[in-house]
């Protein structure tokens, strides 16, 4: 019998018998966007985000490690088989004094991929002049590895796996770097990264287990905030099969799994999935089939799902709301780790070789332009490299190589690639960057500002200030311009991107347009220019040429401004002002009340991508709440008088049943 034959007996026995245990201990749960051929995961019904558990873990610390999973659970802990330690207060010495203005990057240093060094590390760099600031190991490091790190959104603690004889997450204090707390799950713990619910507005650690065989506590979510204690996930049997890598939206609203097969020998033999998981319900509710998915990337605007493909050499484009699969690209040899560019037109991959006949041996990033869904440059980076991290400024990459013990940095503007060799010569797998500023006490205080899963924090929020601006993208390619005209508002000020999408085939190309004040550049393969340009009042047409054809010409079309909207009616006398916000499909409130008989504004703004408006139902007379649609991205303002009579009443979108409000009136 052949190894892949006796592997499937026993891959089919095993999940036989995991399908019989679910049955007996949890009710299944239909993912809502699943494809009609692929297994619909179960979950246990237990506390959403908004409702954490108690501060205490539900498990105490010491002993071994956890003996198995309780379906029947009612306690996070306890369902993912974690146990979480008490917290011990710090009493070392600083090890780390950060000043305000510093910016710090936190990696692992770790003892495989042909390491010299002995002791599982935390190696902390200055990101403005790329030194070393420290590299310490924790006690109980020798001889263990790891494969990623963590910090807490304030800088206060760090998590480091420690892998090896006595599988853990040690969690270290962030100035002393000693251990205050050890987690113990039931394999060995992989990625942790931050994650900030929009529900709770509280700052988390999402993270998971290798998980490989079936081994490991999945996907799980720690509240630093309650030392640590597990707030959330979702196991191995919730999602029958591996969940292997976890990020989340940059709005907090979902949380994207990735799930190949849960035997390595099957990853470029059998289809896994990507899974989109509703944090506030831990429910899957949409999944999509996919060889070897390995690392997920979400656009700013969470509208998209960049997924890598190892066993495909592929990066894979899904439509994070109907969770479509729209295409794919080629890459380099065996792609893992993923980062989208500042302004999101393009997506660098680690191509680290993890896929078959690559052994691990990749050395390159494949840059991919996402307007035209092709690949535009290549890097050469280091050997073995996992992770592509983009900078908070967003000018940088940061690559962390296992194999060459150190860190590439691309210099996005220029393509120039710069290393930074660990000291301890430990392999290294990830990062995070924490800004400190002065507390207004006489100390700093820190704010992890990007990590694996994109830009956090007062980075993210000037990122989203910066894409807002309007741009006009201007692709050219072998043929010429990739469009026949661009749309610009009369008098509006654009940011103006004008980019060589050709490849190397077709050279450099020349553009000119002196309507735009750009007499003439030429762009190389891949090289894009970027510049602000403020449009004519009048309605004029402009135009732009290159030397390429049979496209040599672009319009450039001006249109009027849209009119304002109309300034709301001032409110009734007396009116009680009701503040509804839409976002993530889900209202920002569970219940409000207002009083009999009185006037109240509704300002009802809709942060989605689709029409909301406000229907009352219930019975009793004099309701009649039904407002105007409020189209994506605005605000309506909408008077009402509540019944006389006083009552309880539901209040829905109709075009989004799912999304309710409590409406009390008293």
Known sequence: MSNIKRYSKLFSFAAVVLALLLASCAAPVAPTAAPADTAQPSSPTLAPTAQPQPASPQTTGGGGAPSGVNLLSEGWAEHMGIIVSEMKPATGALVLNPKPGDLWFFSNSSTAWGATNTKNSVWVIDAKTKQTVAEVSPAGGEGNSSHGIAVSGDGRFIYLPELGKDNRIDVLDGRTLEVVQTIKTLGRPHHQKLWHDPVTNKDYIIGEDFNWNWTGSGFYVLDPSQDNAIVGGLSNGDFQGNPYVSTAAPDGSFIVVTVPPPNP?????????????????????????????????????????????????????????????????????????????????????????????????????????????????????????????????????????????????????????????????????????????????????????????????????????????????????????????????????????????????????????????????????????????????????????????????????????????????????GAQIVEINASAFSFNTGEITVKAGEPVRFIITNGDDEKHNLVGIGEGEGLNLLSPDVSAGQQVTYDWTAPATPGTYKVVCVYHPQMTFVLVVK
């Open 265 to 573: 020998a099957f990853r470029d033999k059998m289809d896994g999935w990507v899974a989109k998981i509703d944090p506030k319900t831990w429910k899957i509710v949409g999944m999509v089939p996919m060889v070897d998915p390995l690392y997920p990337v979400v656009t700013l605007d969470s509208k998209y799902i960049y997924v890598t493909s190892g066993g495909e050499a592929r990066v894979h484009k899904i439509n994070a709301k109907t969770m479509i699969d729209e295409g794919e690209v080629q890459t380099g040899p065996g792609p893992w780790g993923a980062a989208l560019s500042y302004d999101q037109s393009k997506l660098y991959t680690a191509d680290k070789g993890e896929g078959p006949g690559y052994n691990q041996q990749g050395r390159t990033s494949t840059i991919i332009d996402l307007q035209t869904m092709g690949v535009v440059d290549v890097a050469i980076i280091g050997l073995t490299t996992d992770h592509a991290l983009l900078s908070p400024d967003g000018k940088e990459i940061w690559y962390t190589s296992n194999a060459e013990h150190g860190i590439y940095v691309l210099d996005i503007a220029t393509n120039a690639v710069s290393f930074i060799k660990d000291p301890a010569d430990g392999d290294i797998h990830g990062g995070v960057w924490v800004q400190y500023a002065d507390d207004g006490k006489g100390g700093v205080i820190g704010e992890v500002v990007a990590d694996y899963a994109g830009l956090h924090g007062s980075a993210l929020a000037a990122q989203k200030q910066y894409v807002s601006e309007p741009v006009v993208a201007i692709a050219l390619g072998r043929t010429g311009f990739l469009q026949k005209f661009v749309k610009v508002v009369a008098g509006q000020t654009v940011r103006l991107v004008i980019k060589n999408t050709a490849g190397t085939s077709g050279g450099t190309i020349k553009f000119e347009s002196p309507d735009l004040g750009i007499p003439s550049i030429s762009l190389a393969p891949g090289e894009s220019q970027e510049t602000h340009w403020t449009a004519p009042l009048e309605l004029v047409n402009l135009s732009a040429k290159t030397d390429k054809t049979p496209n040599g010409t672009l319009s450039i079309v001006m249109v009027a401004q849209p009119p304002a909207p109309a300034a709301p009616a001032p409110a009734p006398a």
